[in-house]
Nanobody, 115 residues
Framework: QVQLVESGGGLVQAGGSLTLSCAAS????????MAWYRQAPGKQRELVAR???????NYIDSVRGRFTISKDNAKNMMYLQMNSLKPEDTAVYYC?????????WGQGTQVTVSS
């Protein structure tokens, strides 16, 4: 059974930084395509960044240059380093495979950026 548990969210001022973590079990991040998604209030869930099994990364335009997705295969963990945060980054952040599997959604972690 796959379980993905997000952590590391919180309240931060605009311009601040946070690092999100995703602990994976039942799936090996070393061989899976993984991704971070987010859902802001009143909006649809969107892809934020993805990372291939080989470590290649891709970002949506609004976070490119500010966010960095990475993974630690030995720990079976994935991360999202978020710098220069903006109020529009406020959302619940989720990790999942890419493409996502409905059964893999966890509780997410809330990120709130104050202006």
């Amino acid at each position: 059974q796959v379980q993905l548990v997000e952590s590391g969210g919180g309240l931060v001022q605009a311009g601040g930084s946070l690092t999100l973590s995703c602990a994976a079990s039942g799936i090996m991040v070393s061989i899976a395509y993984m991704a971070w998604y987010r859902q802001a209030p009143g909006k649809q869930r969107e892809l934020v960044a993805r990372i291939t099994s080989g470590g290649s990364t891709n970002y949506i335009d609004s976070v490119r240059g500010r966010f960095t997705i990475s993974k630690d295969n030995a720990k079976n963990m994935m991360y999202l380093q978020m710098n220069s945060l903006k109020p529009e980054d406020t959302a619940v952040y989720y990790c999942n495979t890419y493409p996502f599997r409905h059964a893999y959604w966890g509780q997410g972690t809330q990120v709130t950026v104050s202006s």
